[in-house]
């Protein structure tokens, strides 16, 4: 019979499907290898990939799960009992299935790799552990009578194919439904008799989802405007009409958002087997428990959310959870727990994935991150607990010790943050050394209409903000903006409740022109949150919140960080949706938490003299024990000899993209040939310069009081710390005597 | 000529239906287990044909095959168990219970004419 290529196609969803249930009934037979419905259902699972690959002529999935099929017919039967091994060799033959079925999906045929070793190792594992050789299998006169009276197997559905978008769960109940309701139909309509008695629900392709998910976003956009042009008319017939549109549309929405729902157990049901997988690995012993498995998700996001979350279970056994030995020693089980728990929380989905293992420590990551130089060691002095552990996320961080080949796959952590936050969800994690360690995830229901700010730049054009980024609105009149504004090295600063906002003017971070000079109008500050840092955006006016259909950029647009979209507004002009993250990563108020800790400081210790200070501590020159605030100081380098190089009577070195000149500033005992030179380098106009020094002793936090008398060149005075006299040096003529230097060198 | 196609595998009862559209049947209907099986056969006593499968949940094929031959309505139709070699031992006890015919799987067309038109089927 010709084989219809639409039957192969539902033969691999099926497959897929079956697999993944093979998968996670196997992990739990291990749990309790005698439950007789699991293994019924086990069988019948692999008996039906077998069943139509027979028809279909794929010769070697039918071979071995021909094979498989026989040792579960076995155990259901009592006559074989599962052991890891067995276990072992039915993973093995799912593995196999499942890459001949994406060949075949890739393909349209069978690949030409020998599976002979999957089928031997079953066959062995077959004749090892029972006596009648397989080919007797069938001399098992009661074999019916279990799997009849089996009930369905377990919470899964029947069998019955469900493609992605049919997987939600009141479908099970619309396939199993109530017969003789099903006997009525048929006999009430003799003309449907054509109709399957099980077609009750029907499948759909995610294409055309997608396409009335399009539809109703226009919808939603007609509704929007003659909602706007309705508000400006006073025909109550009118009125009444539109206001049932807005509620039918809105109906509509929800209805067709709902079928592109899904639930997140069908990413779940995969992790049994990964956490098992991982565990046997690693030696160790892991319990899986799962909590709110029905949390529908939209399809895409759950997509784009199955390789994290994967990532994020196989780093929970690998790094998460102790050797048995090393558990029972700290008095836990000896079989560590996974929990994972899905649930809706304003309008939002979330994910929250627990162990029991370790926790992280937040002095090891410290130690880490400033070996590795993501942070430096002043950063990580000043970093909470919290924020020290949050690490993990930089780029590039890893902290176990080893790289094993189960989560050192070059994914960090990073890349699912990044993955999270693309799809506009959030990541936090929490643990406590000893106790365990939770990452929660917070994502949005849907990526296609979504609640946003709509605001106006100074340009007089509207953009939307998502409304998950927005924390707070500010409206500062002209009188206060004048004082409440601080200005730090250029940047500007509003101080909201005691903590310094960063600012961001819309209209200079998109480059547009502003019409009007600041400073003497009312300012409209959008406090936002992005990567957990918050940060104000300067906008000239804020219209009023709206539900807006994304739509994607075009390609030429796509490079383009500080926009995530456009979408049409009710009055048919298109707005651009801000990426809130590209924005504040373009006018870098993130990840350079110095810019802020550095401002916050310098106004500090501005404010209070004999407060305590953080002090740096060095040696230069003729000068035994020197000092400068720790906030003065942007960082401490070391630059290798040959990296010096002389420029108009200065010694300078390339840094950054930029000739950092080095001033000596009390002579130079450092030997010139030497093997390096440390320094201390600031911010300066915008660049920097680099005070050279022997010897950097140590970092200290005092309260000082300086005494003006010793007072010489480039030295505000002295003061006793750590029961030693100590110079304080006078950043502002270091500065000044590299700028002499420069123009010197200039002139 | 109508038929059921009894199967708890959709790609199953998508394969059996196609092949028996192929040899003949104009109406093939069909049910993911025997009690959705017997529902229809006994709203549809017309129907003529129905391949059963072994293993299905709800209700097993020889179950259905048990209940169907219960009600006298359904005399006329003829039962065919889909099997496979593991299931051969208990074809004997399926057709001491009523079934009238069983085909091995992975069959052709050909095996399945054969069979229909020793049924009687006029193919």
């Known amino acids: 019979m010709d084989t219809n290529p639409e039957i192969i196609k539902e033969f691999l969803i099926d497959c897929y499907e079956n697999l993944d249930r093979l998968d996670s009934e196997l992990v739990a037979l291990e749990q309790d290898p005698g439950n007789a419905s699991r293994l019924a259902s086990a069988f019948r699972t692999a008996h039906t990939i077998k069943g139509a690959a027979g028809f279909l002529a794929f010769g070697k999935l039918e071979k071995i799960t021909h094979v498989g099929e026989n040792l579960l017919s076995k155990m259901r039967d009592g006559k074989l009992v599962l052991n890891q091994d067995v276990t072992n060799g039915l993973l093995r033959m799912i593995d196999a299935v499942r890459e001949i079925a994406e060949y075949v999906e890739a393909h349209g045929c069978e690949p030409s790799t020998d599976y002979g070793a999957v089928v031997t190792l079953l066959r062995t594992l077959d004749e090892e552990t029972s006596a009648p050789p397989p080919a007797q299998a069938e001399a098992t006169p009661a074999v019916d009578a279990p799997v009849a009276v089996a009930a369905p197997p377990t919470p899964v559905p029947a069998p019955v194919a469900v493609a992605q978008v049919a997987e939600v769960p009141p479908l099970d109940h619309l396939f199993v439904a109530d017969p003789a309701d099903a006997g009525r139909s048929d006999a009430d309509s003799p003309n449907n008799k054509k109709q399957a008695v099980s077609d009750t629900a029907l499948r759909v392709d995610v294409d055309l989802l997608d396409k009335l998910m399009t539809l109703v976003g226009e919808l939603v956009l007609a509704r929007n405007q003659i909602l706007q042009l309705t508000s400006e008319q006073a025909d109550s017939g009118l009125a009444s009409a539109t206001q049932r549109l807005n509620l039918v549309t809105s109906d509509l929405q929800e209805g067709v958002m709902k079928t592109r729902m899904q639930p997140i157990g069908n990413i779940w049901s995969k992790f049994p087997r990964v956490v098992r997988d991982v565990a046997t690995q690693c030696g160790k012993q892991v319990r899986i428990e799962m909590e709110g498995k029905e949390t529908d998700l939209d399809k895409t996001i759950i997509e784009a959310i199955k390789d994290p979350l994967t990532h994020i279970v196989r780093n929970a056994v690998d790094h998460g959870v102790e050797d048995p030995a090393i558990r029972t020693q700290r008095g836990k089980a000896a079989e560590g727990v996974l929990r994972l728990r899905a649930f809706h929380e304003g309008g939002q989905i979330n994910i929250e994935i627990a162990d029991d293992g370790a926790g992280i420590d937040p002095e090891k990551i410290r130690a880490t991150a400033v070996r590795r130089g993501v942070i430096t060691q002043e950063q990580a002095a000043r970093m909470s607990d919290h924020e020290a552990i949050r690490l993990v996320f930089a780029p590039g961080f890893s902290t176990a010790e080893t790289v094993t080949n189960i989560s050192g796959r070059g994914v960090g952590m990073d890349v699912v943050k990044t993955n999270i936050e693309k799809i506009g969800g959030q990541v936090d994690i929490q643990s406590r050394v000893g106790e365990g360690t939770t990452l929660k995830i917070k994502i949005p229901l849907t990526l296609a209409i979504i609640p946003a700010l709509i605001i106006t730049s100074a340009d007089g054009a509207r953009y939307a903000i998502p409304q998950v980024n927005l924390l707070e609105l500010v409206r500062l009149e002209a009188e206060a903006a004048a004082s409440a504004i601080e200005r730090i090295k250029g940047a500007q600063f509003y101080r909201l409740r005691g903590n310094l906002l960063p600012l961001v003017h819309l209209h200079r971070a998109l480059e547009l022109q502003s019409y009007q000079g600041e400073g003497d109008h009312a300012i409209n500050i959008v406090v936002l949150k992005a990567d957990n840092r918050q940060f104000g955006l300067v906008v000239d006016r804020i219209n009023d919140t709206e539900e807006i259909v994304v739509k994607p950029l075009g390609k030429q647009l796509k490079g383009v960080s500080v926009f995530a979209g456009a979408t049409i507004m009710g009055d048919g002009t298109v707005a651009l949706i801000l990426d809130v993250l590209g924005l504040a990563q373009r006018s870098s108020v993130l990840g350079e938490s110095r810019t802020r800790n550095q401002a916050d400081q310098a106004l500090e210790t501005a404010g209070a003299d004999t407060a305590k200070q953080t002090l740096l501590l060095f040696r230069a020159g003729s000068h035994e024990r020197l000092a400068i605030p720790l906030s003065q100081v942007a960082r401490l380098e070391e630059f290798p000899a040959e990296m010096v190089e002389r420029s108009g009577g200065l010694d300078v070195v390339q840094y950054r993209n930029d000739i950092l000149p080095l001033v000596a500033m009390w002579g130079d005992r450092s030997d010139r040939t030497g093997t390096s030179r440390q320094a201390i380098v600031f911010d300066h106009k915008d660049a920097h310069v680099a005070l050279v020094v022997d010897q950097i002793i140590d970092i200290v936090n005092e309260t000082v009081v300086v005494q003006k008398k010793l007072a010489r060149r480039g030295v505000l005075g002295s003061a006793v710390i750590q029961q030693k006299v100590t110079e304080l040096v006078d950043v502002s003529e270091v500065l000044a005597a590299a700028d002499r230097q420069m123009t010197g060198q200039a002139a | ?123």
Do not use: C
Not at chain 2, 11 to 19: A, D, G, I
Not at chain 2, 34 to 42: C, D, P, Y
Not at chain 2, 44 to 60: I, K, T
């Open chain 2, 1 to 123: 000529m109508k038929a059921l196609v009894v199967d708890d595998s959709r790609v199953m009862r998508m394969l059996l239906s196609q092949m028996l559209k192929e040899v003949g049947f104009s109406d093939v209907a069909q049910a993911q287990h025997g009690r959705e099986g017997l529902t229809h056969l006994t709203g549809n006593p017309d129907v003529q044909l129905a391949l059963v499968d072994w293993n299905m949940p709800e209700m097993s094929g020889i179950e259905m095959v048990e209940a169907v031959r219960k009600e006298s309505s359904l005399n006329a139709t003829k039962l065919m168990m889909v099997t496979t070699e593991s299931e051969l031992s208990q074809v004997e006890r399926a057709l001491t219970l009523g079934a009238n015919e069983y085909v091995m799987k992975p069959f052709t067309k050909d095996v399945i004419t054969d069979k229909l038109r020793l049924l009687g089927f006029n193919l």
